[in-house]
């Protein structure tokens, strides 16, 4: 599947930039028109709309290039030699969630999911899309400068909403950001919805726009620096901790990669941070903080877990794992968790001073999710893709492209640890990963 750029058509990849320059604007922004009550539906429609959309047109073009001539149909077992390992182990991933919707008890409901549209079809139009992309895209320029603006629009309208205001009525007629959990169900900013998912989104956005400055070299990069104080802000007013975690701490593991340094520097950068991730550990487990998530993180250093830490995530995934070894090999299908009836909790929310409910259709973790509802086989895959990216992210750190979209996965798949996939924000991850392991070798 590596691309061949000297007989290929250029039609497909200029299809492939209409579709990236569509994501990165008009589907983040895009919130349909019933406000937060059917965001998700939404959302939903825009992003069967724009992914498979695209993947159809492509399927399209192929088989139009193949009548025409211009094109061969190809054996199944030349587009597997030709590919590469990457996109190897995310056809793999995509092969096992496939046989989970076959196997799975829950039948054609995996097709879209129970509850939060995660079903056999979006999984496959996320993995369908990394392929494509990852064939006929290129990181280019004009990319990150559409991400600033989009980003800047976004974040204006969330330091809006955590103002108090109600731009544009997504809240209830009436009602603002301070309603959360108390006039309705929830907590939601910007045109994206959840708050976690927010946060996700700016794990991907905040690299792209730090490391764009750090690396590029044209002046006007320097503009860039007012969607990353925006995001910024908003990452930091939200109190996500999630992204909090997936930022700051992709920040410092992403030094010894993207400084434009020599490689003794960055392995000297990499030694200091690795010394500072010891001594730090080692801060936490003597020193026991009161209260927050240094004290979560000091009781589990002594091996005292609370089913309260993490905002009842501890309690979420030692009921999700003891789950798995009744599907182990490959789940209980897609986005069927709720039907497993784990018991409810309440939790206190101490930035928005209340007491929520929550029920669980969901592990808060995204590899524990994958593990639940894809399988052992899938998880394996899945992050054999994210590792081997990892081992070319460092070993590639001299390109500029491989350096900003690597960093993008980074941050979130450091998040990812404690939050949720949804159509909403994950396309952004497999694009991010489609362009790290796209066919190019500019240092773009």
Request: hydrophobic content about 50%; overall charge positive.
């Amino acid at each position: 599947m590596r691309s061949e750029t000297k007989h290929r058509p250029p039609f497909p990849e200029k299809v492939t930039s209409g579709f990236l320059a569509l994501l990165m604007t008009v589907f983040p922004l895009y919130t349909g028109f019933g406000g937060y009550q059917s965001i998700t539906s939404a959302k939903y429609g825009a992003f069967l709309l724009l992914c498979g959309g695209y993947v159809a047109l492509m399927a399209l073009l192929g088989i139009e290039l193949c009548l025409m001539g211009q094109a061969k149909l190809p054996k199944l077992r030349n587009i597997w030699k030709q590919s590469s390992l990457v996109q190897r182990l995310i056809a793999l991933f995509l092969l096992c969630t496939v046989l989970s919707s076959v196997f799975s008890t829950h039948g054609v409901k995996t097709m879209i999911g129970l509850t939060r549209y995660e079903g056999l079809l979006t999984i496959a139009l996320y993995c369908l899309c990394f392929l494509l992309v990852s064939v006929f895209g290129k990181p280019q320029p004009w990319m990150i400068y559409l991400v600033g603006v989009t980003t800047t629009l976004f974040c204006l309208l969330c330091i809006l909403q955590l103002l108090g205001y109600n731009p544009f009525t997504l809240y209830p007629h009436g009602y603002n950001y301070f309603g959360a959990f108390v006039d309705y169900a929830g907590e939601y900013l910007g045109t994206i919805g959840n708050v976690d998912l927010v946060a996700a989104f700016l794990c991907i956005v905040i690299p792209v726009l730090w490391i764009s400055i750090l690396r590029r070299s044209e002046k006007i990069k320097y503009l860039l620096f007012i969607p990353l104080c925006l995001a910024l802000l908003v990452l930091l007013w939200s109190h996500v901790d999630a992204a909090l975690v997936g930022v700051f701490g992709g920040f410092f593991l992403s030094l010894p990669v993207v400084l434009p340094i020599s490689k003794k520097k960055r392995a000297l950068v990499g030694f200091c941070i690795l010394g500072l991730v010891i001594l730090g550990t080692l801060v936490l487990f003597c020193y026991g903080f009161r209260n927050g998530i240094l004290h979560e993180v000091h009781e589990i250093l002594h091996g005292r877990l609370n089913d309260k830490f993490g905002s009842k995530r501890i309690y979420i995934w030692r009921n999700v794992l003891a789950l798995v070894p009744q599907h182990l090999w490959f789940g209980a299908g897609p986005d069927t968790l709720s039907t497993a009836m784990i018991k409810g909790f309440s939790r206190y929310l101490p930035r928005l001073d209340i007491t929520a409910y929550a029920s669980i259709d969901v592990a808060h973790n995204e590899y524990f999710n994958i593990l639940y509802h894809q399988g052992i086989f899938a998880l394996a895959s899945y992050l054999g893709a994210l590792i081997v990216s990892a081992i070319q992210w460092v070993k590639m750190g001299d390109n500029t492209a491989k350096a900003i979209c690597g960093g993008a996965v980074l941050c979130y798949c450091i998040q990812g640890f404690f939050g949720i996939s949804m159509c909403m924000t994950a396309p952004f991850l497999w694009i991010s990963l489609a362009l790290f392991n796209a066919n190019t070798h500019q240092n773009t």
